[in-house]
């Protein structure tokens, strides 16, 4: 473990972390109206990474608003190909991670995926239906490609495997923050700051939460406790609302304004 | 050791099975595993659960020899009649048994997801019977189909939730099921009505429905003198029944058929793939997206299958065949008026395997046990639909 080398997505966000910054980590669709536009205006608005998804048939983890994103992506006619293809063609400024489900990893099996990953400049993986159980095989061809698969830990998981799910995590570990699907919430669930804690408590690798951080003041919230936020529901309603790149810069950079006053 | 044993300790069944669920459920796949495996070699649990099953759900269902319809067909056919079991179906044996243990796990509330409503209506039933809040999603084109089950849930006391997403039938029943489980698992448990899922689920159900087969064992054994039949024949959606029956044939020299439905055929057309919780055999486009079946029998309108299943095909134990629409609905009619027995559209489909292969594959003068997974009533209304259409 002493030396091990860093992939690229943990190396960005450990850099700055340690730097004082607080991680901001939007998701978009992939496939999803002007997307590559959307992923430049997050970036420029102070996104620290991107999570993409890669649109699955049965998103069994996400909310109404993902699942509409996916589905209008997938009824578009969009592959997993399509969408590492634009990625290639594009390049950025900040690590892309993907996040997708088992069985699209599974039928393009395991070595090939994770080759069009790091040929799509992709750094990082994140597949909610694979956990530690199943996980090893796919955490090793990643890793040996360069790409850092994330681990989820949820407020029920014990903190025997919680330990576990952070030394085997690679990128950050994805603190899931209520106990429930993707999507918006009114407020911030008690959970949120308690993952992020028992979290902090065991690993020194940057600490997301993600599910159910909704607007500013929650990002701000959890961030207090946790190294930073993922936000996906929240910047894809206003996708899907016809918002465009410009709606995803201007909520975005409300975010950062606000994690960045965080002392 | 059986060939039906348990599976590996990460719930495997050859390459099969495993546990491929969000993180926020692998705590309560651990619990359910561990709570089942200590109630299922505790005499007082399988004591309260076949005590259930005897004074309330009607076991055990006879087996009835069929005498006009063997004739039709110069093979002996006998049907296991699950059709006889309380709520109309197989899918008693399971809740009963899911139920007793949410009870035992300090439970309050059961989820369940149902295609044909027989599942749904079990679930509800054992709600019921146990003091359970009950909760069934069941996809939007199901519930348009099966309005009489519906109504029975309501009846019984369960929440009927309409599933508008994607498919709109099985499948996504059984999505938005998950996600609520995610969101209560505290409280609730989810009832998975057949032998798919992540581990303990194929092999809990299976376990649960073995008594289809346990039970048919003896009885074949009693009417052929000591002998097994030739041919056992299941229908196979995600195989709950099927399950259930073979494992209590598959150490004998009986041959094991399961029977698809032509559109949901996921061992004939499938290859393996994740979905639900499980790796098995799924019918897939050629990126990986799951399909959606087609099926007259909402019962068996899944893409997917149970990972034994797809186990027992691949060491050749059990082979798998298809049934066409078509030949379901005259099975069906066949059925009804040789013997006067109507059965679901669900069994019609092992029904219709016979028909068409007896004198065939199946030589004259067979022994054929065809599982009887369910009674016709709830599909009446559908089937004069499509057979005025036909007509």
């Not at chain 1, 360069?146 to 681990?151: F, K, M, S, T």
């Not at chain 2, 009804?336 to 030589?363: Q, W």
Request: net charge negative; aromatic share 6%.
């Amino acid at each position: 473990m002493a030396n091990q080398t860093l992939g690229m997505l943990e190396k960005a966000l450990t850099e700055k972390r340690d730097g004082g910054r607080k991680l901001l980590v939007p998701y978009i669709s992939g496939g999803l109206g002007d997307w590559i536009e959307t992923i430049h205006a997050i970036i420029e608005a102070g996104a620290d990474a991107v999570e993409v998804g890669i649109p699955f048939s049965d998103p069994i983890m996400d909310g109404p608003i993902i699942q509409e994103a996916s589905q209008r992506a997938l009824d578009g006619g969009i592959t997993p190909s399509a969408i590492l293809s634009e990625l290639r063609r594009n390049s950025f400024a900040v690590p892309i991670a993907v996040m997708t489900y088992y069985n699209i990893v599974h039928h393009a099996g395991h070595k090939r995926f994770a080759r069009e990953l790091a040929n799509s400049g992709v750094s990082g993986s994140i597949i909610p239906d694979l956990q530690l159980d199943e996980g090893g095989d796919w955490i090793m061809m990643a890793a040996e490609n360069g790409i850092d698969n994330v681990l989820l830990a949820a407020p029920s998981t014990s903190p025997e495997r919680l330990t576990r799910s952070a030394v085997s995590s690679r990128g950050f570990v994805y603190g899931v923050g209520l106990m429930g699907v993707t999507g918006e919430r009114a407020s911030l669930a008690d959970s949120a700051s308690e993952i992020a804690h028992r979290l902090k408590e065991c690993t020194t690798r940057p600490v997301l939460v993600g599910v159910g951080v909704s607007n500013a003041e929650q990002a701000v919230q959890v961030s207090r406790v946790s190294d930073g936020v993922i936000v996906g529901s929240a910047l894809v309603r206003r996708l899907l609302q016809g918002g465009g790149p410009q709606s995803a810069f201007e909520f975005i950079s409300e975010l950062r304004k606000g994690i960045d006053a965080i002392i | 050791m059986s060939i039906m044993g348990a599976p590996s300790s990460s719930g495997r069944f050859g390459e099969f099975g495993g546990r491929f669920v969000p993180e926020s459920l692998i705590p309560a796949c651990f619990e359910l595993e561990k709570v089942f495996t200590e109630a299922w070699s505790d005499p007082e649990f399988k004591n309260e659960y076949q005590r259930i099953l005897r004074d309330y759900a009607g076991r055990p269902t006879p087996v009835t020899e069929l005498q006009r319809f063997s004739d039709w067909l110069g093979v002996r056919v006998f049907l296991k009649r699950e059709d006889l079991a309380h709520t109309g179906s197989h899918k008693i044996n399971n809740v009963i048994g899911q139920a007793l243990l949410t009870k035992r796990m300090g439970k309050s509330r059961i989820i369940a997801e149902t295609g044909a409503g027989q599942h749904g209506v079990a679930t509800a039933t054992a709600a019921a019977l146990l003091g359970l809040e009950c909760v069934v999603y069941m996809g939007e084109i199901d519930i348009a189909r099966q309005a009489l089950n519906v109504f029975r849930m309501k009846l019984l006391g369960a929440s009927v939730v309409s599933v508008t997403s994607g498919s709109r039938t099985l499948k996504d029943a059984i999505n938005e099921a998950m996600r609520e489980w995610v969101a209560s698992v505290d409280t609730t448990h989810y009832c998975i009505g057949s032998v798919m899922g992540p581990h303990p689920y194929p092999y809990m159900v299976r376990e649960f429905q073995r008594i289809i087969g346990d039970e048919a064992l003896v009885q074949m054994r009693q009417i052929l003198d000591g002998d097994v039949p030739d041919y056992v024949v299941a229908c196979v959606g995600g195989g709950s029944n099927a399950a259930g029956t073979f494992v209590g044939f598959v150490d004998t020299r009986s041959k094991l058929i399961g029977v698809e439905p032509e559109g949901g055929a996921a061992i004939n057309r499938g290859i393996p793939g994740v979905v639900h919780g499980s790796l098995s055999n799924l019918l897939q486009d050629d990126v990986g997206q799951v399909q959606e079946a087609h099926s007259i029998s909402a019962g068996l309108d899944y893409p997917g299958v149970g990972p034994e299943h797809s186990y027992l095909a691949s060491i050749g134990r059990a082979s798998y065949a298809t049934a066409h629409d078509s030949e379901v609905l005259e099975a069906l009619q066949s059925l009804s008026r040789l013997e006067g027995i109507i059965p679901a559209l669900e069994p019609a489909h092992a029904i219709a395997y016979v028909i068409r292969e007896a004198g065939k594959t199946i030589p004259l003068g067979s022994s054929v046990l065809i599982t009887m997974s369910g009674r016709g009533d709830k599909d009446a209304e559908s089937v004069a639909m499509m057979l005025g259409e036909n007509n």
